[in-house]
């Protein structure tokens, strides 16, 4: 079996491999780990072979991961990319650097009013949903901007972005066509004037697509850590 050191080896070198096929600067993608269902032990590994972003997706995991990993707390960046409850909100603007997955403004609101003085303002994406109705997560493209121009306007969360999750295909145009329109949102709202610098996009399968469509961060889990 392969080391979390080779994967992520792997793993950087498919997304610089990309960025050289789709004429992008090898930094201009970032990648986070998900470390999801795995140990804190296995994010010290990540540690050990460099990584130092990485993603919870469960609220009380990541929590509790960030805790225990608390030695290292300056030198990593907790991001997370799970659905949020809006009585989820304290802990989360307690603990985590970034989140993803904001997609209401009640959750915006109490992020902002949460957010402890002592840290920097709380980095957020806007997760849309560009699939349709049978993903429950995320705001339709049409509600993108007001949602984004009322997240500016919180001091104690600064907008970074557009986040997505598309429903995986089978078929690659389907796959390019979904990530497309992801893209398509992150550039409705920086033509309406809400500077952006990150669109989140992209896991282990299709992190190639990604990057051809534009993401500016990949989200992989599997291809660092193995099947959960
Ligand atoms: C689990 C997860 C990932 C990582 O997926 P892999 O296929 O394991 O790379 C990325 N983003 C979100 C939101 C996830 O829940």
């Given at each position: 079996m392969a080391t979390i050191a080779e994967n992520l080896q792997r793993v950087t070198d498919r997304i610089s491999q990309a960025c050289s096929r789709f004429g992008?600067?090898?930094?201009?993608?970032?990648?986070?780990?998900?470390?999801?269902?795995?140990?804190?032990?296995?994010?010290?590994?990540?540690f050990a072979a460099g990584q130092r972003r990485f993603g919870e997706n469960y609220v009380q995991e990541g929590v509790a991961k960030v805790a225990e990993l608390a030695d290292l707390?300056?030198?990593?960046?907790?991001?997370?990319?799970?659905?949020?409850?809006?009585n989820k909100t304290r802990v989360v603007a307690e603990t985590f650097d970034w989140v993803h997955t904001v997609d209401r403004l009640k959750v915006a609101e109490r992020l902002?009013?949460?957010?402890?003085?002592?840290?920097?303002?709380?980095?957020?994406?806007?997760?849309?949903?560009?699939?349709?109705?049978?993903?429950?997560?995320?705001?339709?493209?049409?509600?993108?901007?007001?949602?984004a121009q009322a997240v500016r306007s919180l001091p104690r969360l600064r907008l970074r972005g557009v986040m997505a999750l598309p429903a995986p295909s089978a078929d690659p145009r389907a796959q390019a066509e979904q990530l497309s329109r992801v893209r398509a949102v992150f550039d409705s709202l920086t033509a309406a004037g809400i500077p952006l610098d990150t669109l989140s996009m992209g896991m282990s399968q299709d992190l190639e697509e990604a990057i051809a469509q534009g993401s500016t961060l990949v989200r992989v889990g599997t291809a660092l850590f193995g099947e959960r």
């Open positions: 992008r600067s090898a930094d201009s993608v970032t990648l986070l780990a998900v470390s999801k269902t795995f140990p804190g032990v296995t994010v010290r590994e990540a707390r300056d030198q990593l960046e907790w991001h997370l990319i799970g659905p949020l409850q809006s902002n009013e949460q957010r402890p003085i002592d840290l920097p303002p709380l980095q957020v994406c806007i997760q849309v949903n560009t699939s349709g109705e049978d993903s429950k997560h995320g705001i339709p493209p049409s509600e993108a901007l007001p949602l």
